[in-house]
């Protein structure tokens, strides 16, 4: 709701953050986690310092000692959280590799169920997945007894599409207590610069371990199920989840489940991609936007049918309060309830309430709760819009006080005209506020998900009237039952929202991808933003707009003298990124036996990572599933200026290598075909093509792998493939070729990495891409003494040539090595 606009003599937000007292407390804490975050001191210094705080703050009745002590009570608070456990929990029973593990334990949330993917380049085993969180009680010893423990685990349990003899993963619920056979390991860290780290945000979750349930039908097998009736929540989850399935068609039930009880799991994933992209997906996600509007739905309701003030405010605190825990008190729900529960006994005791005071205490009780919460996307943004909305927006669109002619006019004008105004200054105002809230978010959204959304500002008005009315009809679903009136309303305002989002999502610049902006610019943008809501300088704006047009714009990639080769850990397939010293990019293959979901977590976020945000050419080495599979992902996401292949690779008649011709004929990318004799230049950098010839040789498409030798300056890198059989003896038959680093062909099957092929090449150094540690290993002694790398325990390999040498890089074991040839 819009407030009046202030005077030129009113005084500017600051003020009333000054004069919050929580304000300092809300600062100090926040600066005690971001110490302890990435700091990390020791437990005893924290608690050090909030022991002279106080001390200063009782003796000397100096503030700064008691917001010196909250300093150091929110560190201990968030170092406990992530690193104290007791000595029994199971954690401390891991090893650095996965072993076959018995656990038993309760199901502490419904399993999450996500199908196969079914995209034409998905994985070859299609399996579907069930994902929950196990409060652990008993590991198996080996001998057969039982050691107590205690902790919890991330219990993944598969079945393979198709097999009906499995147990269905709606068997379990919350609070039964099983038996669990499976792989128990520690979660694996990241093995490629840029990708998510899994095994920080389950440790944000104090989850230090995985239990991966795979192929034996009796992985799982429930021993008791009296635990769920302490499970009212997951109860009530579980009814109200029936009962959307149940009423409404499966694509809106999908929608309806995000949007009423925050479970998105049973949208598919493109689904979920298009509101991600469009920059729409917070009108799905429960969040205090949702809560606000139920909240002032309520009260208006309640005030309706003549519910005394009183009454009415603590019903509302009481819906909002339950609604927010049953969806999971996510940290923008709990933002929300808290400011709504504030407001709310502000009405009750008849007392004024303080913005700030209220915007701080639900900061500080959010980050009680789980102290890691403040470093999530979802939190940040939650409390970013927030802030912009009541000290920004409120000040910018509010409506000015008309002149003594303009209210002459106004009153002139006919009923039709006055409403016909009145709707569309507030479609202005609402595009106005979706407008300022998608530029100021934007840094953030580039930092994690790298995009910006621009069918976002389009979209988010009309999205959030639907969603609303979908919401409000759906949450009186859910407490009369199931009423054909309301599941239509519900169904028709999801399915248009669906609609719009796919319309949109296909438009060409719906989404623009950006390489990801360094921290340092994104927090500096944001102190330019507050400075100017708090101060009401329209300086800090010009500088704020202009600072952001610089993030969006970019610097050009500098000119080196450097050639970088990085052979990513991508499983088992290929993706190897050169970049070249005159700022360009080359990728070689780009694929994976996981399906194109690569591209997303791997790929690119390792290309955007380094800053690329396009690709200038294209090599596929063969048309292999496992190593073109992430192409047309690969063109959602960057421009590409062409691509190269080998002469067999259009002529393989699968579906796959069809789609890809067709999206590189849509996209009107340039193509060529390489074989053996031909040489490209680019820059200081050659690429010489030994194989394949233009015709043949005959057999598997390995066979027929293009080989790529790379030369800068002095130093040599051999790109094999999946080289093997009539390929390679046609290789080793060429003059040999001595390098410097070579990649071991075809994962390093010891079939084809032969002593015939390291003596034809004589390599000093050899990378590995392989998938997993049950894939043949090359050994030191097989390459002719020669160091190997490999992707599976080194993560990304980065090769840098430049006119002082050759070094070698691990990404996951931070290694370096010289590369000398000879040595």
């Not at 994104?522 to 329209?538: E, G, K, P, Q, S």
Request: net charge positive; with cysteine.
């Amino acid at each position: 709701m819009l407030e009046a606009l202030p005077t030129p003599s009113a005084p500017p937000p600051w003020r009333e953050f000054v004069r919050a007292p929580l304000v300092p407390f809300a600062l100090a804490a926040t600066t005690g986690l971001i110490v302890d975050r990435f700091a990390g001191p020791p437990l005893a210094l924290a608690f050090l310092a909030a022991a002279l705080g106080l001390i200063a703050g009782w003796a000397a009745r100096v503030p700064i000692g008691f917001w010196l002590a909250v300093a150091g009570l929110a560190a201990a608070h968030h170092h406990t959280h992530r690193n104290v456990f007791p000595t029994d929990d199971i954690g401390r029973f891991l090893g650095e590799q996965p072993a076959v593990a018995r656990v038993r334990g309760l199901l502490d949330r419904p399993p999450v169920v996500r199908r196969s993917d079914t995209d034409l380049f998905g994985p070859a085993r299609r399996v579907d997945r069930a994902t929950t969180i196990l409060d652990a009680t008993e590991l198996a010893d080996g001998a057969g007894g039982w050691i107590p423990v205690s902790g919890r685990l991330r219990l993944t349990i598969e079945r393979i599409v198709g097999a009906a003899d499995r147990p269905p993963f709606d068997a379990l619920r919350v609070g039964d207590e099983i038996e669990a056979t499976g792989l128990l390991s520690r979660p694996s860290p990241p093995g490629n610069p840029g990708e998510w780290d899994f095994a920080e945000h389950l440790l944000d979750e104090r989850i230090r371990g995985e239990l991966r349930c795979v192929k034996a039908d009796d992985a799982v097998a429930r021993l008791d199920d009296r635990g769920r009736r302490w499970a009212v929540l997951a109860r009530l989850h579980g009814h109200f989840t029936r009962l959307l399935d149940d009423t409404l068609p499966p694509r809106e039930a999908a929608l309806a489940r995000a949007l009423l009880l925050g479970d998105g799991s049973a949208m598919d994933r493109d689904e979920w991609d298009a509101f991600a992209r469009t920059g729409v997906l917070h009108v799905l996600a429960i969040s205090g936007q949702h809560l606000i509007i139920l909240a002032g739905f309520v009260w208006w309701t309640l005030r309706l049918v003549g519910v005394r003030r009183r009454t009415g405010a603590l019903a509302v605190v009481a819906l909002v309060v339950g609604y927010a825990i049953l969806t999971g008190l996510r940290p923008s729900a709990a933002r929300a309830a808290i400011m709504v529960a504030v407001a709310c006994g502000g009405l009750l005791l008849r007392r004024p309430v303080h913005r700030a005071n209220t915007f701080a205490l639900a900061w500080l009780a959010v980050l009680a709760w789980n102290p890691t919460d403040p470093f999530t996307t979802g939190c940040q943004l939650s409390f970013l819009s927030v802030f912009v909305l009541m000290w920004g927006t409120v000040r910018w669109f509010a409506p000015k006080e008309p002149t003594p002619m303009e209210q002459l006019l106004a009153e002139s004008r006919s009923t039709f005209e006055k409403l016909l105004r009145a709707a569309l200054r507030a479609a202005l105002v609402w595009y106005g506020i979706t407008f300022v809230l998608t530029v100021t978010n934007a840094p953030l959204v580039m930092l994690r998900q790298n995009v910006v959304p621009p069918a976002g500002l389009v979209l988010g008005p009309p999205l959030i009237l639907l969603t609303s009315i979908a919401m409000l009809a759906g949450f009186l679903l859910l407490i009369v039952g199931s009423i054909p009136p309301l599941g239509f309303v519900v169904g028709a305002g999801l399915s248009w929202c669906d609609s719009l989002v796919r319309f949109a999502d296909a438009l060409p610049g719906a989404s623009v991808y950006v390489p990801t902006p360094s921290v340092w610019w994104t927090v500096a943008f944001y102190a330019i933003l507050v400075a100017y809501i708090l101060l009401a300088d329209r300086r800090f704006l010009y500088l704020s707009l202009a600072w952001l047009g610089l993030g969006l714009v970019g610097l050009p990639r500098p000119a080196t003298d450097e050639l970088r080769v990085t052979f990513l850990a991508v499983g088992h397939g290929g993706c190897t990124v050169l970049e070249l010293p005159d700022g360009r990019t080359f990728l070689y293959d780009a694929g994976t036996m996981a399906g194109p979901d690569a591209m997303r977590r791997i790929i690119a976020p390792f290309l955007w990572n380094r800053g690329i945000a396009r690709v200038d050419e294209l090599f596929l080495s063969h048309a292999d599933l496992d190593h073109f599979n992430g192409v047309t992902e690969l063109f959602h996401r960057f421009p590409v200026g062409q691509v190269t292949m080998t002469p067999s690779f259009a002529t393989k008649p699968t579906p796959e290598v069809a789609e890809v011709l067709l999206a590189i004929r849509e996209r009107k990318i340039p193509s060529r075909i390489a074989s053996a004799g031909d040489r490209f230049a680019a820059g200081e950098v050659m690429l010489d093509v030994l194989h394949p010839p233009r015709e043949g040789p005959d057999g598997a498409e390995n066979e027929r792998s293009l080989v790529l030798n790379v030369k800068h300056g002095n130093h040599s890198i051999l790109l094999t493939g999946d080289l093997e059989k009539a390929g390679a003896v046609r290789v080793l038959g060429l003059p040999p070729v001595p390098c410097d680093v070579l990649m071991a062909p075809h994962h390093g099957s010891r079939a084809a990495f032969s002593p015939e092929l390291v003596r034809w090449c004589s390599p000093a150094f050899v990378a590995v891409t392989r998938g997993n540690r049950s894939e043949s290993a090359v050994r030191p002694g097989d390459a002719g003494g020669a160091p190997v790398w490999d992707t599976w325990t080194s993560g990304a390999i980065t090769l840098r040539s430049n006119p002082t040498g050759l070094t070698a890089e691990s990404f996951r074991r931070a290694e370096r090595l010289v590369v000398k040839r000879g040595k």
